[in-house]
């Protein structure tokens, strides 16, 4: 998990998004899905209309929550593999870097073993990308935001207007 | 922790409802999910038992809209507030970013709250975060009720930092608002000094 706030730049977004369509086409997955584990969905690709993805992002964070803390009891670090075989569509779910959480949605256009062995590859990707990310949060000032953040300059009138209902 | 994406100009931040059981978290999100207008809000998630007892989480994600041309989402979570689901609290305080304690006004659950109060603390704690440092809120809730203790004695027992405080009927919307504006204000205030 991230223990700085999470900050994505366009490029960072970019790479992930790079790796995740092609993890659809070379899983022959209908979508996939990053999530980092407080439930916020950072990425999605493929087939995802219809699909209420901030739902999905926070039950799928909430599941591997749960499961974590599952596998603490037994004497596991984690369980950074989960399956879950429906009638039709599938989900393949890996914990990557111990940071996000990679969701996979597949029919059997793809197979369980494909799906595993593109996804093994695409999340030794994607961590090196989040590695990089941590590394520059890390030697950004203290907040991680970043010099020149645009919050820096938000004032009470900005935060008022919200609620000006 | 908040997630500031510059890609698609958004900021996401959560706020968990804390509090013993029956203070009425779950009816603070409902309240709010039916008052607001369809396009800011998402489906509300209850993972909840046969009984409607809180059984994971609520959730309730918001659009609140734009600041500075970031689109600002709020995600609202609810924790079991029965004792024995404590390892679940535990899950659902990580990332959090802004806390609010919903108290059950009635006498009888004063115990009950301050006992929740503690193990606000102690949890908190256990994820690396202070009480007394992040955005915090407290509601009073079941205002309407006769047998709600005295204001005075709720603040002295449950609020001695002096946070923002509300008092709420969270079945009628009283106050509810009131609560998550203040909530969201702590968050993004605190965003500002971060960002400083």
Redesign the interface.
């Known amino acids: 998990?991230?223990?700085?706030?999470?900050?994505?730049?366009?490029e960072?977004?970019?790479r992930i998004l790079g790796i995740i369509q092609r993890l659809v086409r070379d899983a022959n997955a209908k979508g996939v899905f990053v999530v980092?584990?407080?439930?916020?969905l950072?990425a999605e690709a493929g087939e995802v209309r219809g699909i209420?993805t901030?739902?999905l992002a926070?039950?799928t964070a909430?599941s591997i929550?749960?499961t974590?803390?599952l596998a603490k009891i037994i004497g596991e670090e984690d369980f950074p593999v989960h399956f879950h075989q429906g009638e039709r569509d599938n989900l393949h779910i890996t914990l990557v870097a111990k940071r996000v959480i990679l969701v996979v949605v597949f029919d059997d256009r793809s197979s369980l073993g494909l799906v595993r062995l593109r996804v093994k590859k695409a999340g030794a990707e994607m961590a090196k990308v989040f590695d990089e990310i941590r590394k520059k949060a890390e030697s950004a000032p203290?907040?991680?935001?970043g010099s020149g953040?645009?919050?820096?300059?938000?004032t009470?009138d900005?935060?008022?207007?919200?609620?000006s209902d | 922790?908040?997630?500031?994406?510059?890609?698609?100009r958004e900021?996401?931040c959560?706020i968990v409802y804390y509090g013993p059981g029956l203070c009425g978290k779950t009816t603070n999100l409902q309240f709010i999910y039916t008052k607001t207008n369809p396009d800011l809000k998402?489906?509300m998630?209850s993972?909840a038992t046969e009984t409607e007892r809180t059984l994971?989480?609520d959730?309730l994600?918001l659009a609140?809209?734009q600041?500075?041309?970031?689109k600002?989402r709020f995600?609202l979570y609810t924790v079991p507030g029965q004792v024995f689901y404590d390892?679940?609290r535990?899950?659902?305080l990580?990332?959090v970013d802004g806390v609010v304690f919903v108290a059950d006004s009635q006498i009888e659950r004063m115990e009950a709250n301050l006992e929740s109060m503690d193990n606000l603390k102690i949890n908190l704690r256990e994820q690396?975060y202070e009480l007394e440092k992040i955005p915090f809120v407290v509601q009073y809730n079941k205002r309407d009720l006769p047998n709600a203790a005295p204001l005075d004695e709720m603040r002295r027992l449950l609020n001695p930092l002096g946070v923002p405080d509300f008092e709420a009927s969270a079945t009628t919307g009283e106050g509810v608002f009131e609560t998550l504006?203040a909530a969201?204000?702590g968050v993004?205030?605190d965003?500002?000094?971060?960002?400083?």
């Open positions: 998990m991230f223990d700085t706030q999470l900050v994505m730049y366009d960072d977004y970019r980092d584990k407080n439930g916020q950072i209420d901030t739902s926070s039950l909430g929550a749960a974590g803390g203290p907040g991680g935001a953040s645009p919050f820096a300059e938000i009470d900005d935060i008022d207007n919200l609620f | 922790m908040s997630f500031i994406n510059y890609s698609s900021i996401n959560k998402g489906k998630i993972l994971f989480f959730f994600p609140l809209g600041i500075r041309g970031f600002t995600h390892a679940s535990k899950l659902i990580k990332g690396g504006k969201a204000k993004l205030t965003l500002k000094k971060l960002g400083r």
